[in-house]
């Protein structure tokens, strides 16, 4: 299959080539989904050179695994992103003794996207993410900070609790009332 | 019995993966068995996985698409090498026994004693592969590695290419690769450079021909695209 047949199949197509071990369906599958890959990790990592290392071990961990993708456990992208944010929580938990990197310092290291031609899929996903990006900077202070702190930074709701100083009823609730709004935005953008 | 349902601030939690490991045994005990619990975690789905796109998005760096397709062909290529090699190792058996049965068909007197050679050309092989002694099969050789630290493993040499298959190796981290060197006299070359996977084994193809008296050599490298090695010589294995 040419690269240009490759790149119209839709992902959950794409991913039977890349367990068979297409170089080039591998490409095409790194090019759709890296940058997103990429940004995570350095979302949660902090450094770049950190996130490279992340996204490198992350993508490749999928090449090398025969692409286990399952349908019934959401998108590609959600799979990958999911794959991309274990291997940097474990990255932080080895390295420091727990650092979650929750502020985002240091773009300026970065280069931000070019502007390019996007598919309509990406451009959809773009269009949610800015949505939901909006509803978490809405969120009430206390929401915000016990999701990130548990899906950024990888610390669970009684590590959250002490760390707040909050009762553990307290962190669970605003995690789920966080949720429902974030659940509501996307309800509505779909 | 699949117990109480859970308190829905668990089931976001779990979702999170936020839940305690008992809480998270709870979780996984109840909900498969439970419609509503399933139906309400896979209705989080979406929502947690949102959260891993609303982050600020960068380009990644061009060297990092670079790296990592360089390492994706070159295992693809090594993984074709080595299917390729079985292949000719099986046409190879394939025609030795052709030739043999023929010449038996023509030539009875020397029949049996070319089916005897092709025999222990073929056993040869294997048990090279088993002792590391070398072949006499004629295709392929197999030559042991001599490696320290725990690492084992063997050097398929063939006619064009050649294939490192081992075991024990540790672990890399940030840009690390283990890197392949071709010595011969007193020039080395750079050739392949790998990584190993979770359970410490890789292979790796080594390409052009290895006339006897070259030396395979891996070293542990800082980064990938090194010249000369910069670091001891973890394995080595000698072409005879």
């Known amino acids: 299959m040419t690269r240009a047949e490759l790149q119209r199949l839709a992902d959950e197509d794409l991913m039977p080539l890349v367990a068979r071990e297409d170089p080039l369906a591998f490409e095409v599958f ?21 996130a490279e290392d992340v996204t490198q071990e992350a993508l490749l961990s999928i090449w090398r695994s025969g692409a286990r993708y399952d349908r019934a456990r959401g998108s590609v992208r959600a799979w990958t992103l999911g794959i991309v944010r274990n291997r940097a929580i474990d990255l932080l938990r080895k390295e420091s003794g727990r650092s979650p990197k929750l502020a985002a310092g240091g773009e300026e290291l970065i280069e931000r996207s070019p502007a390019e031609e996007l598919t309509d899929t990406e451009a959809l996903r773009r269009e949610t993410a800015r949505e939901v990006r909006g509803a ?9 900070r016990v999701i990130q702190l548990a899906y950024f930074g990888g610390f669970s709701h009684s590590e959250i609790a002490e760390m707040l100083n909050e009762p553990l009823g307290t962190v669970k609730g605003r995690m789920r009332l966080g949720m429902d709004k974030i659940r509501a935005t996307l309800a509505e953008a779909w | 019995m699949i117990g109480d349902h859970p308190d829905r601030d668990d089931l976001v939690a779990y979702s999170l993966e936020a839940l305690d490991p008992r809480e998270v045994a709870a979780v996984e005990a109840h909900a498969p068995g439970c419609a509503r619990c399933t139906r309400e975690l896979e209705a989080l789905v979406p929502a947690v996985a949102v959260l891993g796109e609303s982050v600020e998005q960068f380009e990644p760096p061009p060297e990092l698409r670079e790296r990592v397709l360089a390492i994706v062909h070159e295992e693809a290529e090594a993984k074709q090498a080595e299917l390729s090699g079985a292949r000719s190792r099986e046409e190879a058996t394939t025609r030795r026994e052709r030739r043999g049965l023929r010449g038996l068909l023509m030539r009875p007197a020397v029949g049996l004693a070319g089916l005897a050679i092709v025999g222990a050309g073929v056993g040869g092989y294997m048990v090279a592969e088993d002792t590391g002694n070398g072949g006499g099969g004629g295709g392929a050789e197999t030559v042991p590695v001599v490696a320290q630290q725990g690492i084992g493993g063997t050097l398929a040499v063939a006619d064009t290419s050649s294939m490192l298959d081992l075991h024990g190796l540790k672990q890399l981290t940030g840009r690390e690769v283990y890197q392949v060197w071709v010595a011969h006299g007193t020039s080395v070359r750079p050739s392949s450079n790998f990584i190993p996977d979770s359970s410490g084994r890789a292979m790796t193809a080594v390409d052009g021909k290895l006339t006897p008296g070259t030396k395979v050599m891996v070293t542990r490298e800082p980064h990938p695209g090194q010249t000369a090695p910069t670091s001891p010589v973890l394995l080595s294995a000698a072409v005879q």
């Open chain 1, 30 to 50: 790194y090019d759709r989904h890296s940058g997103a890959a990429y940004s995570l990790a350095y979302r949660i990592v902090g450094s770049r050179t950190a």
């Open chain 1, 136 to 144: 978490i900077k809405d969120l009430p202070d206390e929401q915000s």
